[in-house]
């Protein structure tokens, strides 16, 4: 590729960096839409093009995660998912190879220029406004609660004897204790608690390997996994089985616990679907198919007579193996497989160290099975939670294919609210502000009522849909959703 009026000449992909002092070549739209292919990879920041093609594996977040942005502006994305860009801006220097032409728009496609600049100035406004800095005393209260809980579950069991009543309380406040663990974990995942990215970094290690325990991608073994492996349990497609590539605690992003597992794991999975919400192949949380259809999968395997299982009673079956199992089955296998076939000795140890604490607490009461039957009690009251909370502000919205929308149109689309008030901002983990969490991933969620009348107002001005539902009504619409879909797959199967 060469300069503009150029295409095929000049400079490959493979040809290295524009050398110091030397103009740089410029490139129109047309030319760096040929470059999203694997292996050869660019990508525009700040109208500046970068050839990351040998760079992704070597990516912090996975080469997934930066590939999704292939022949794309990723400027928002960029700013997004780091915090110190003055330190990110070194790794980009090598990579650089050119520059928009002067004529070209900042954004390929037809994308809403006016739109993409007034929602960089609101994130400006809330830098200026201080909504990334975090309350040290937020987060310490919410460590302290949590701690607080496991504390007086095991008290309950101590003082009363492990009776059905007791162990009825205690399995309620051990499963609200991980699910604050979830919470707590993703918001350091995100990069949202300490300044440093290392510090998050190293107490989400600790918060999802001993206080929840679940298992983070790190390195090449991610791609040796999904070979392996090649699909989760209950017959649900593995991200793993997606990676081709690297994957590694990216300092920014995530949504698990204190419960033994692993941060690698879930950042891997996570920051893809922030990158590309609700958009197959790119977001593991959408790629469900077989096992369930959403949005537009439900035509498609309509009109290909898939029938692998009774779709249009999706919204039935969804209550037999969704809440009750995600976590209990197909968290907890496909993480501890994860380990063990990726050899990912650190979080191994984390997770060994999550199950001694609880059942050498619990086994003296119970006996081994007792103290079985409670994890598992705790786990599918936990898995409940996950499966409502995190999915009723994202199932009911768009969910297809790549449309390359800007960030703003993208996250609004795949994303809506819940009403807020105090109970539902701690059951929630503020989750209920998801369009907010969405836009600015690094943004301490303390900080999402305040912001939260910016993006409104921004909304408004540009006609696009801030939804807020009210919780009840968030939950049923995922049943609906599921129901919507089931019916236009058989609508599709039997006329299509």
């Not at 960029?78 to 070194?90: C, E, I, P, T, Y």
């Not at 800095?133 to 701690?147: C, N, Q, R, T, Y």
């Not at 095991?154 to 492990?162: A, F, K, Q, S, T």
């Not at 199992?325 to 993480?335: A, G």
């Amino acid at each position: 590729m060469g300069g503009v009026g150029e295409p095929g000449a000049g400079r490959g992909p493979r040809e290295g960096p524009v050398r110091p002092g030397a103009p740089l070549p410029t490139y129109r739209w047309e030319q760096i839409r040929q470059h999203d292919l694997p292996g050869d990879k660019w990508l525009v920041i700040e109208r500046r093009v970068y050839d990351i093609s040998r760079w992704a594996q070597r990516h912090p977040g996975g080469s997934r995660l930066i590939g999704h942005h292939g022949a794309e502006d990723a400027t928002d994305a960029f700013h997004a998912f780091h915090q110190d860009l003055g330190f990110v801006r070194k790794f980009l220097q090598p990579l650089l190879i050119g520059e928009l032409a002067p004529e070209e728009p900042g954004q390929d496609g037809a994308q809403n220029a006016q739109l993409i600049q007034d929602f960089r100035a609101l994130r400006q406004a809330a830098e200026d406004m201080k909504l990334f800095e975090a309350s040290p005393a937020f987060f310490a209260l919410l460590l302290g609660h949590i701690l607080a809980m496991e504390v007086l579950a095991w008290l309950l069991i101590c003082l009363l004897g492990p009776g059905w009543v007791p162990s009825t309380l205690a399995a309620l406040i051990l499963a609200i204790s991980q699910a604050q663990s979830w919470c707590l974990q993703h918001d350091l995942g995100h990069a949202s608690v300490f300044r440093k990215s290392w510090w998050n970094h190293v107490a989400q290690q600790f918060v999802m390997g001993q206080l929840k325990v679940r298992v983070v991608v790190g390195g090449q073994p991610g791609a040796e996994w999904g070979a392996r492996v090649g699909g989760a349990a209950l017959g649900l497609p593995s991200m793993w089985a997606q990676s081709g590539g690297r994957a590694r605690p990216y300092p920014t992003e995530p949504l698990p616990p204190p419960q033994g597992f692993s941060a690698h794991w879930w950042n891997f999975r996570h920051f893809q679907h922030h990158a590309k919400p609700n958009v197959f192949h790119k977001d593991p949380d959408v790629t469900v198919a077989p096992v369930f259809l959403l949005g537009e999968s439900s035509v498609e395997y309509g009109k290909r007579k898939r029938r692998y299982l009774p779709y249009n009673h999706q919204h039935l079956y969804f209550f037999l193996i969704g809440p009750p199992l995600l976590t209990l089955v197909n968290f907890e296998v496909e993480n501890l497989a994860y380990m063990l076939v990726c050899m990912q000795w650190a979080d191994l140890l984390w997770a060994a160290s999550f199950y001694a604490r609880f059942f050498l607490s619990y086994v003296p009461f119970y006996g081994v099975s007792g103290a079985l039957l409670l994890f598992v009690a705790v786990r599918v009251l936990e898995s409940h939670w996950f499966v409502w909370i995190t999915q009723m502000n994202h199932i009911p919205k768009e969910i297809g294919h790549e449309k390359h929308r800007d960030w703003a149109s993208s996250q609004l689309a795949a994303t809506c609210n819940v009403e807020p008030s105090f109970f539902i901002d701690w059951f929630s983990g503020h989750l209920n502000f998801q369009i907010e969490h969405h836009l600015f991933p690094t943004m301490p969620r303390h900080n999402y009522r305040r912001v939260a009348p910016l993006v409104q107002a921004l909304c408004a001005k540009h006609g696009l849909s801030y939804e807020v539902k009210p919780f009840l009504t968030a939950l049923v619409d995922i049943v609906r959703s599921l129901k919507k879909s089931g019916d236009t797959w058989l609508d599709a199967y039997l006329h299509q």
